[in-house]
């Protein structure tokens, strides 16, 4: 039987096929086309998003919290610092001001806030970083604060007896105390000039010495207003 005979073989590119060229390893401008087209929409997306909020503190829920600490924000990235500031409050409402460590954190400095109450901070929908992205959220948190210094213990005791004239009065406190403020915070009956510091072994301990020996056989009453603060201010 007669053989039919084979064609030629190409050693070349086929004019049929849409390759970008002879060789191996070659792909289709077609796929090429297609990738390039999905990466871009990827792209305008993440330069579009929202400013996001990275960090609080005080934490969501905190307890605690130093009645002098301040509120920091720390965001993704450079905001628009005007769109923050109208958007951000304390409540209840409290005296302070805004600041900013770094382009991208907020920082709210107060007067004392006031110890044992819940506080919540406020961030409204609208502010938007340096390129003008916006964030349509409204974020909020609360804390609660540390409760007021406790009196813990006095030397001499209440009710003492015999008790050495040239003593000092120590007071000792649940926390740290700012001794200055104890100056105009206590006073003797009967009268006695006196001088204040804290103890240098123990910041919560407060040091009143007379500045003269007290009479023997006296009773003194001490007593010490709310003039007298933590470190803290309260």
Not at 147 to 171: C, H, I, K, M, N
Request: aromatic share 6%.
């Amino acid at each position: 039987p007669a053989r039919r005979q084979a064609g030629p073989r190409h050693e070349g590119p086929r004019p049929d096929l849409p390759w970008a060229g002879a060789g191996v390893g070659r792909r289709p401008l077609v796929g090429l086309g297609l990738i390039g087209l999905l990466l871009v929409p990827l792209l305008q997306g993440a330069c579009d998003s929202p400013p996001q909020i990275l960090e609080i503190t005080p934490g969501r829920g905190a307890r605690d919290v130093a009645t002098n600490a301040p509120i920091r924000i720390r965001f993704d990235r450079a905001l628009d610092r005007e769109s923050v500031a109208a958007r951000f409050s304390l409540r209840p409402r409290v005296t302070g001001a805004i600041s900013w460590e770094a382009s991208n954190t907020l920082v709210f400095q107060h007067d004392t806030l006031k110890p044992s109450t819940p506080y919540t901070v406020v961030l409204g929908s609208g502010y938007r970083d340096a390129a003008g992205n916006v964030n349509g959220f409204n974020h909020s948190w609360s804390f609660q604060t540390e409760p007021p210094p406790d009196l813990r213990a006095t030397s001499p005791g209440q009710g003492e007896s015999q008790v050495d004239p040239a003593t000092y009065l120590g007071l000792t406190f649940s926390r740290e105390m700012a001794a200055e403020s104890f100056r105009g915070a206590v006073t003797f009956s009967p009268l006695v000039p006196f001088s204040v510091r804290s103890d240098p072994a123990d910041a919560r301990r407060v040091l009143i010495a007379p500045r003269s020996l007290l009479s023997p056989s006296t009773t003194y009453d001490v007593a010490i207003s709310s003039d007298a603060t933590d470190a803290d201010g309260n």
